[in-house]
């Protein structure tokens, strides 16, 4: 497998770990064999090299440690499903998937369980119980559409699998920012942190556009780490394979380009956030708490992925039944 250097990026966000970390690494893994998402020791070993903990704990820095659990189970949650769809023929039978996704959002509105169910089901089930016990009903319902629109972006993506498309930039942005699940987990910042974000303030224009350019920068940073598996894997979704296509150019020139974008982006997103008009005190402190958590996932997203082994694992994943 190719492998290229991993890129210097720009991040002003200072980097932070929850105190929990440790206890969350030990808490991991006993959760995943719990629910027999872990089918054998190759996966096992796939799973200790993800880190998946490392990422929970410095995106969610300042949370207690119930809510960072759950936000650590639904990261390793995406993980495990991501890898089925990616690592496995699943990701190329959007049929089959979209029966999967209907299933799981069924389960996150509350569907009982039956013996037709797979271990990732049952898993889902406990984080649907947990967070409704510790959040309240318009973050959680607010979490199932983030939910929906991730697994919208997988059966794209899948098609696209499919019939052997080429993406176009166009294309590429409106699969990615979906399939990437970036909405969900910033959707857990106000859960985690208990952020009392009002309706009118989540439908801001300003608001919304912050969220976009989080989800954005997470995914460009996310394309230039995995770019030498996806490559290996013949994966088409990353954007340095999208612009070497559609300019015609190397990867290193790519690569420099995305850098670019990426930097330019964090620097637009820290410039809007200097034009949010005030709310009211007590609003406009919560919005802060907010924005910071975008903040986190950031520079956390960036910390985890010099130190996850994820981008370098290209082991067969079994689908566990």
Same mark, same amino acid.
């Given at each position: 497998?190719?492998?290229?250097?991993a890129?210097?990026?720009?991040?002003?966000?200072p980097?932070q770990?929850?105190?929990?970390a440790?206890?969350l690494?030990?808490?991991?893994l006993?959760?995943?064999?719990?629910?027999?998402?872990?089918?054998?020791?190759?996966?096992?070993?796939?799973?200790?090299?993800?880190?998946?903990?490392?990422?929970?704990?410095?995106?969610?820095?300042?949370?207690?440690l119930?809510?960072?659990?759950?936000?650590?189970?639904?990261?390793?949650?995406?993980?495990?499903?991501?890898?089925?769809?990616?690592m496995?023929?699943?990701?190329?039978?959007p049929?089959?998937?979209?029966?999967?996704?209907?299933?799981?959002?069924?389960?996150?509105?509350?569907?009982?369980?039956?013996?037709?169910?797979?271990?990732l089901?049952?898993?889902l089930?406990?984080?649907?119980?947990?967070?409704?016990?510790?959040?309240?009903?318009?973050?959680?319902?607010?979490?199932?559409l983030?939910?929906?629109?991730?697994?919208?972006?997988?059966?794209?993506e899948?098609?696209?699998?499919?019939?052997?498309?080429?993406?176009?930039?166009?294309?590429?942005?409106?699969i990615?920012?979906?399939?990437?699940?970036?909405?969900?987990?910033i959707?857990?910042?106000?859960?985690?942190?208990?952020?009392?974000?009002? #309706?009118?303030?989540?439908?801001?224009?300003?608001?919304?556009?912050?969220?976009?350019? @989080? /989800?954005?920068?997470? !995914? *460009? &940073? #996310?394309?230039?780490?995995?770019?030498?598996?996806?490559m290996?894997?013949?994966?088409? @979704? /990353?954007?340095?394979? !999208? *612009? &070497?296509n559609q300019?015609?150019?190397s990867?290193?020139?790519?690569?420099k380009?995305?850098?670019?974008?990426?930097?330019?982006?964090?620097?637009?997103?820290?410039?809007?956030?200097?034009?949010?008009?005030?709310?009211?005190?007590?609003v406009?402190?919560e919005?802060?708490?907010?924005?910071?958590?975008?903040?986190?996932?950031?520079?956390?997203?960036?910390?985890?992925?010099?130190?996850?082994?994820?981008f370098?694992?290209?082991?067969?994943?079994?689908?566990?039944?």
């Amino acid at each position: 497998m190719q492998q290229l250097i991993a890129p210097t990026l720009y991040c002003p966000f200072p980097s932070q770990i929850n105190k929990y970390a440790n206890v969350l690494e030990g808490y991991a893994l006993e959760w995943a064999l719990h629910f027999n998402l872990i089918a054998n020791e190759s996966n096992y070993q796939h799973f200790l090299k993800l880190k998946g903990f490392l990422l929970a704990a410095s995106v969610y820095p300042d949370c207690e440690l119930e809510e960072l659990k759950i936000a650590n189970d639904w990261i390793n949650w995406l993980f495990f499903w991501d890898d089925q769809c990616d690592m496995s023929d699943l990701g190329e039978q959007p049929n089959l998937l979209r029966m999967f996704h209907k299933r799981f959002i069924e389960i996150l509105d509350g569907a009982e369980l039956t013996n037709q169910d797979i271990p990732l089901s049952y898993a889902l089930r406990n984080l649907r119980q947990r967070m409704i016990k510790r959040g309240s009903a318009k973050s959680f319902y607010y979490f199932i559409l983030s939910v929906e629109d991730y697994f919208n972006g997988c059966e794209q993506e899948a098609i696209k699998r499919v019939d052997g498309s080429i993406l176009d930039l166009k294309t590429y942005g409106i699969i990615r920012m979906l399939c990437g699940a970036v909405d969900s987990v910033i959707e857990l910042i106000a859960f985690c942190n208990q952020i009392k974000l009002p #309706n009118f303030i989540r439908e801001q224009e300003i608001v919304r556009n912050l969220k976009l350019m @989080t /989800n954005k920068i997470i !995914v *460009l &940073c #996310n394309d230039m780490f995995s770019l030498s598996k996806e490559m290996a894997s013949g994966h088409i @979704t /990353n954007i340095v394979l !999208v *612009l &070497c296509n559609q300019q015609q150019i190397s990867l290193e020139e790519a690569m420099k380009q995305i850098v670019q974008m990426h930097d330019q982006e964090v620097q637009a997103l820290i410039s809007l956030e200097a034009s949010i008009p005030s709310f009211g005190e007590e609003v406009d402190a919560e919005l802060a708490k907010y924005i910071s958590g975008m903040h986190n996932w950031i520079r956390g997203h960036i910390d985890w992925c010099s130190h996850t082994a994820r981008f370098q694992t290209l082991d067969k994943l079994e689908l566990v039944k």
